[in-house]
């Protein structure tokens, strides 16, 4: 594993001291409700990609949802997460899937989004890894949380779907940045069809000689601030996060890689050029 991306659970004293400070600037969520009344809040939009397996991979086509970096706190405003949910029970995807990043500033602010999760039960479940902040809040408590609210939190390992998708699984790795990444231990004994999981574009470069069949990232949120064209004005941290910013890359050796602009805000309550995403992916089988 690079030591570049390796760095632990270290949330330096700076960090905790800025977050604290937006916490307590924005307390209430007044900033996130002014900037959604304002149109400055970004709308939820739903991106479809359909990836095609081998002949006999699925028995049928599985369609699944993934969404990212809710980022629950003040500077996001629970509407959106109310929209995306809307989406998902018109859509009703057999497997629902989270990227990581559920909190911003405080592990308690999780209920926000909790409350809407709820209202949606995939037929095959739902799944999820943490992110950076997730990992620098409590990762306990808000593991607890969405185990309670239905949610299998994956953490390097797998779990193969039920019947008739026996031959699925699906790979999440810890966070990237402030986890202990191991790809290894996320596939050992994973099935044919593989569905990987990181919560940063990064994971890529820990994967090894690991495969997948369909990749889902968030971390990057499109830049939430970018230009018309979609290039991101500001980054996110990681060497992949302004390379694999937003879409659909392909990846030599492996299938499609989806990096996803994600739901919520984080530092800013303000999305420019880079609106909030759920993705809704179809895998099919082809004949050869």
């Known amino acids: 594993m690079s030591k570049d991306l390796h760095r632990g ?124 902040h997730d990992l620098w809040t ?7 949380d969405l185990t309670a609210a239905g949610v299998t939190v994956l953490v390097n390992q797998h779990v193969t779907l039920p019947a008739p998708f026996g031959g699925v699984s699906i790979c999440g790795i810890d966070d990237p940045w402030t986890g202990n990444a191991d790809a290894a231990s996320a596939f050992s004994g994973a099935m044919p069809v593989r569905i990987f999981l990181t919560h940063s574009p990064d994971g890529l470069l820990l994967l090894g000689k690991e495969r997948y069949d369909v990749g889902f990232a968030g971390h990057t949120h499109g830049g939430q601030i970018a230009l018309p064209n979609g290039t991101p004005i500001f980054g996110a941290g990681g060497p992949l996060s302004r390379s694999h910013s937003r879409g659909r890359f392909e990846v030599s050796g492996n299938g499609p890689f989806i990096v996803s602009r994600g739901v919520g805000c984080s530092n800013l309550p303000v999305r420019i050029n880079s609106d909030s995403e759920l993705v809704i992916c179809t895998l099919r089988s082809d004949p050869y």
């Open 9 to 132: 659970h270290h949330n330096p004293l700076w960090r905790r001291a800025g977050i604290a400070v937006i916490d307590m600037a924005l307390a209430g969520g007044w900033a996130a409700r002014c900037s959604r009344r304002l149109g400055l809040h970004g709308r939820l939009c739903v991106s479809e990609y359909d990836v095609h397996l081998p002949e006999a991979a699925l028995p049928t086509p599985l369609v699944l949802a993934f969404a990212s970096d809710f980022h629950a706190g003040p500077t996001t405003h629970p509407g959106l997460y109310a929209a995306c949910v809307d989406e998902l029970i018109a859509r009703n995807p057999d497997l629902f899937l989270l990227g990581g990043d559920f909190v911003f500033c405080k592990a308690d602010y999780l209920i926000q989004l909790t409350r809407q999760l709820t209202r949606y039960e995939a037929p095959l479940g739902t799944f999820a890894i943490l992110g950076n």
């Open 138 to 144: 409590d990762r306990v408590q808000i593991t607890q």
